[in-house]
């Protein structure tokens, strides 16, 4: 069975950095791209970041592109979502899901950006 565990989150002032992990299992994870999302109270979840399976191409959203990075360790099954100059808005839980058929979520992880 597909299983997603994200970790890496906590609370960091505004312009910190934060590394989010994504641990994937159940599934051969090198044929599948990944994505991150993240989700504030009472908001919608939205797409953050994309990689395609080799790690060749990548999408972000505009509101984190040029601060986040999605990259990924095809040998470790694992897909990270780099934070730097982290910001207020930016507060929310992060997941990971997997492409292709199917909707898998992880528990996600807090990420916190005190003002």
């Known amino acids: 069975q597909v299983q997603l565990v994200e970790s890496g989150g906590g609370l960091v002032q505004p312009g910190g950095s934060l590394r989010l992990s994504c641990a994937a299992s159940g599934f051969i994870f090198s044929s599948y791209a990944m994505s991150w999302y993240r989700q504030a109270p009472g908001k919608e979840r939205e797409l953050v970041a994309v990689?395609?399976?080799?790690?060749?191409?990548?999408y972000y959203a505009e509101s984190v592109k040029g601060r986040f990075t999605i990259f990924r360790d095809n040998a470790k099954n694992t897909v990270y979502l780099q934070i730097n100059s982290l910001k207020p808005e930016d507060t929310a839980v992060y997941y990971c899901k997997r492409g292709g058929s199917g909707t898998y979520w992880g528990q996600g992880t807090q990420v916190t950006v005190s003002s």
């Open positions: 990689i395609t399976s080799s790690g060749g191409n990548t």
